[in-house]
């Protein structure tokens, strides 16, 4: 049960699709959905290899991040960065065309890491922008290590004017390095389909406490303030009511802000980097209709027994429960 369950709203229905999401999104009509919420795995080898990696983790215990050699773990780690990464020299046109494929040519020279990242990324964003409602926003969750080069191209690939926000979700946990800032943020940005008719409503969103109370009147330090595009939050607990043991799993209150300010109730929202469900849970308890898609029968497992009002289609699937 979510938080958003406390205040009565209608459930929404959740769809599951169990495969690469490449496949299942071409099934899906142009313009479905108002909200696509993306927390894709952060590259830690070739584009095959990705289908069923659930490697990025900021709430997985520093072990883990070891064991998926995330630099920053190795640093915290003492040891070097031993990755090898792999290419995938793929040009595309996006719909800015030549300054994208210019884009495109310069950053690839800067490294064989991003740009085999990005050509797993790509064909999915591009499905993404045409599943995406004229009125609708695209929300894609990075690691600092990826998220400058993503936001250059993505302003090429669909248009600056559509750009909305970088969100810096920042938390406080794990080890942290004595030889630099601990690194402790990822970075959210927010695209809009159509920037004179995207649907933003700050009024729905849950405000937070003021920093400093006594500097405004009692009725405002009650009533609390909006959320800026800085967000501290805590990472999911590791005992509580919302763990779901998936590594990757992000906070229901992160998720929250993001579906309550970018859809209304009966709207369609959809993440097909799933992972444990949390964009689904959330969605569905605050009343809208969420289409989730994951390539890994763990992460399906997990969804089912966290949604269990869900349906479920796709390759592998149980029917025993
Ligand atoms: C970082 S996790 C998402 C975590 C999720 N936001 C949550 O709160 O639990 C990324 C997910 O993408 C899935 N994935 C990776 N490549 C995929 C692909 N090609 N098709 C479908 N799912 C994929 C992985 O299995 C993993 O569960």
């Known amino acids: 049960m979510t938080d958003a369950h406390a205040v009565g709203e209608a459930s929404g229905s959740v769809e599951i699709h169990e495969g690469d999401n490449l ?42 991040r070891v064991a998926q050699q995330e630099p920053d773990a190795l640093e915290e780690a003492g ?6 990464y792999g290419t995938a020299p793929i040009v595309r046109r996006g719909f800015h065309g030549r300054e994208y494929e210019r884009l ?3 950053l690839r020279a800067y490294g064989d890491r991003f740009d085999d990242y990005w050509g797993f990324l790509e064909p999915r964003l591009l499905e993404a922008w045409r599943l995406l409602a004229d009125d609708g926003t695209l929300y894609l969750h990075l690691d600092y290590r990826e998220a400058h080069y993503a936001k250059v191209l993505l302003d090429a690939l669909v248009g600056r004017d559509r750009f909305l926000n970088e969100i810096i979700w920042a938390y406080d946990y794990g ?20 920037p004179e008719r995207y649907w933003f409503d700050s009024q729905a969103v849950d405000r937070e406490p003021y920093m400093a109370p006594g500097l405004v009147t009692p009725e405002k ?3 609390g303030k909006l959320p800026t595009d800085v967000w501290w939050h805590t990472i999911v607990p590791t005992t509580g009511r919302e763990k779901t043991g998936y590594p990757t799993q992000k906070p229901e209150g992160i998720l929250r802000r993001i579906v309550q300010a970018s859809s209304r109730p009966g709207d369609r929202v959809l993440d097909f980097f799933a992972g444990s469900g949390t964009t689904g849970a959330v969605a569905s308890a605050l009343g809208r209709h969420a289409v989730l898609v994951d390539a890994n029968p763990e992460a399906i497992a997990v969804m089912r027994e966290r949604m269990p009002h869900a349906t479920v289609s796709g390759s592998g699937i149980r029917h025993d429960s």
Do not use: C, M
């Open 221 to 223: 330090a009650a009533r």
């Open 175 to 194: 080890a942290k390095s004595r030889r630099r800032w601990p690194t402790k943020h990822d970075t959210i940005l927010v695209y809009v389909k159509n």
């Open 79 to 84: 040891g070097p960065d031993l990755r090898s």
């Open 23 to 64: 496949d299942v999104l071409r099934g899906f009509a142009d313009g479905a959905f108002t909200l696509i919420y993306l927390d894709p795995p952060f590259n830690t080898g070739r584009t095959q290899e990705r289908a069923v990696e659930t490697a990025r983790s900021t709430t997985a215990t520093p072990q883990d």
């Open 104 to 106: 495109r040519g310069d």
